[in-house]
């Protein structure tokens, strides 16, 4: 398949290889500890996919649990309100446990049921969102739970903490590091590591050692399947047409990935992710990756090589957003590959104007969204009106905001 | 004299001795720059046959609790990659001149450039390179580097490790193979691990390089059972422990003492 925008025809069918690269990207840079569990999950994972009976009780579980497929909404004030591109949302703040985050949980906490044999899941979260969603399909699968999360985010996230709980997860605070997400990924890793022969390591994001990327992917591409589909079809709320932009936040970026795969051999449409930018990229409190020339470059960060925010001296950079979710130092190998072969684009939005999305979205739509997704609509915000009235955006609304209500009383009340 | 060479000349001797050899890891920059010289100092004086030279990096996730606290601390301090190699430096230019590896995680090497760093690391007297989270298949820059500037190539096992990653790493490695002794974070253990003969036999088919075992080795004694089995010793936790103590560079003399009378004398010819 060729894109007109390349100088080389692009086989998006082809990454990763198998040595699990995206171009230079992607590759598996982890202790030799656990090289075996990788493989044995990559075989894992293959045999499933070739697998009817498991792919048919994930489709059931899909449909009759999570509520697939999730709507289709027309944004119609915020449209108008914007004067510019028709807004259509695709609403994975309706899925089962209140994100996108449930797609991939409840694909790998089966994968181990059925084909691993092993009895125990160690899961990394940020925002919560992952957390709560591996401890939803660990509970509805029957299977032993621990969350590492970063104490910063406990503080930030306290909801999610105690629906974890409540789901019989054990949740165990990390104080390392910064304190957030990567830290809490690296106890995850810790835990594996030490508990290998009976533990899944559940990652939530399409980051991470081959086949992570790839697999989370596959199980986040459900979102773009239906997306297109819908959007064809007047019956199911679409325009009748493609949209013309896509566009999601990308932390590690699995909704983005999720809702990107199925439209990459659909030139017309230009695909967007916004990622955090904190307090602005010149203060260097952002997480940014694509956006920052100086820190963001080629690093190898928790078993993949991407683009890292990190010193001159090779030292992970700290830093901030206001969505923990989005908060963390690398991004997906594919979007690093995606953006250099020019199928995708990268753009930031920052903690302010993810406000204004927020709220935007609120008042106008009756949707309180994610921090993370009101990142996208932030961009919106500013996309919108410099398109003209018959062309359609696309937005992921990855999840549900009622977790970040704390947070934005917060803000709120320091900004007013 | 090349860098493997230095090396694999260490094993040999102690093998004639019917010795194993004593090889402590410390992190530089901890406690502080100056107390890092005099730990690698004190442990060649306390008989270390090979002195791993850690480097510190923000996000060490092979390590344990110990390991990452000091490695944080020596970050916070200051340590920088390019004063590692200075440190090394300096402590050549004062006639330490048993075999240094450099310890560091993959991203710091990569930000410094890979072939630069393995240039560096030779000409400030880096006789080897362990990178915990580059395995065999992902090196194919670093390897090629550390051939040419004469530099040893040392990767890991782990008990979870297949007939074909053994296979693989057996191929690859230089101056001696680094087995894991546990699946698991670095740090101190009260036991041995039951299975770790069992894994040393299997290793021991696939190559005549010198082995050395690390993770959880803490006492005199139990180095000196991992010396009846392998070539070599490697304690890391339990004297970076010592260093950030009270009795600080004392408590590391020693405990290192104790470790190499072990490692030396648990080998029965």
Sequence with gaps: ?416 | MSGVERIEQVFRKLNQAGSAAFMPYHAMGYPTRQQSLDVITTLAEAGADLVEIGIPHSDPLADGPTIQTATYAALVGGTTVVDCLQMVRELRAKGVDTPFCAMSYYNPILAYGEESFVAAAASAGVDGLIVPDLPPGESELLEPACREAGLATIYMLAPTSTEERIRSVARHATGFIYLVSVTGITGARDELPPGLPAFVERVRRHTELPLAVGFGISTGPQAAKVAEIVEGVIVGSALVKAAGSDAGVEAVRSLAEQLAVGSHNGKVV
């Design chain 1, 1 to 416: 398949m060729t894109l007109s925008n390349t100088s080389q025809p692009v086989n998006f069918g082809a990454v990763p290889d198998e040595t699990g690269r995206f171009g230079p990207y992607g590759g598996k840079y982890v202790p030799e500890t656990l090289m075996p569990a990788l493989d044995e999950l990559e075989e894992a994972y293959l045999n499933a996919r070739g697998d009817k009976e498991f792919m048919a009780e994930l489709a059931h579980l899909q449909h009759t649990y999570v509520g697939r497929p999730t709507p289709l909404s027309y944004a119609r004030r915020l449209s108008e309100e914007l004067g510019g591109a028709q807004i259509y949302l695709k609403r994975e703040d309706l899925a089962h446990s209140g994100a996108h985050k449930i797609n991939n949980a409840l694909g790998q906490a089966l994968l181990m049921k059925r084909k691993m044999g092993k009895t125990r899941i160690v899961a990394e979260t940020g925002a919560g969102q992952h957390g709560v969603a591996t401890a939803t399909a660990a509970a509805l699968l029957g299977i032993e739970c621990i969350v590492y999360m970063g104490t910063v985010d406990m503080e930030r996230q306290k909801p999610n903490v105690f629906r974890m709980q409540l789901l019989g997860t054990e949740v165990r605070a990390v104080d390392s590091g910064s304190q957030t997400l990567k830290d809490a990924i690296n106890e995850a890793i810790r835990d594996w590591v030490t508990n290998v022969e009976t533990t899944h390591y559940l990652l939530g994001s399409a980051l991470g050692p081959h086949p992570y990327p790839a697999m989370v992917r596959d199980f986040q591409s459900i979102i773009g399947l239906e997306a297109h589909s819908q959007m064809q079809d007047p019956a199911e709320g679409g325009p009748g047409r493609l949209p013309d932009v896509i566009v999601a936040c990308v932390g590690g970026g699995s909704n983005a990935i999720g809702i990107f795969h199925p439209f990459l051999e659909e030139e017309s449409v230009r695909l967007i992710g916004v990622e955090a930018g904190g307090h602005g990229i010149e203060d260097g409190a952002h997480a940014a990756r694509f956006a920052d020339p100086q820190r963001g470059r080629l690093g190898v960060l928790q078993g993949t090589k991407s683009y890292v925010l990190q010193d001159s001296d090779g030292q992970i950079a700290i830093t901030h957003s206001i969505s923990a979710g989005l908060d963390y130092a690398s991004v997906g190998p594919e979007h690093a590959w995606l953006r250099d072969v020019g199928r995708s684009e990268y753009t930031y939005c920052t903690d302010v104007q993810t406000l204004n999305g927020f709220n935007a979205l609120c008042e106008l739509e009756g949707i309180i969204p994610a921090l993370e997704s009101a990142h996208a609509i932030g961009y919106v915000l500013e996309l919108a009106p410099q398109m003209t009235k018959d062309q359609v955006i696309l937005v992921n609304l990855s999840g549900r905001g009622d977790k970040d209500l704390g947070t934005v009383m917060q803000a709120i009340g320091r900004d007013s």
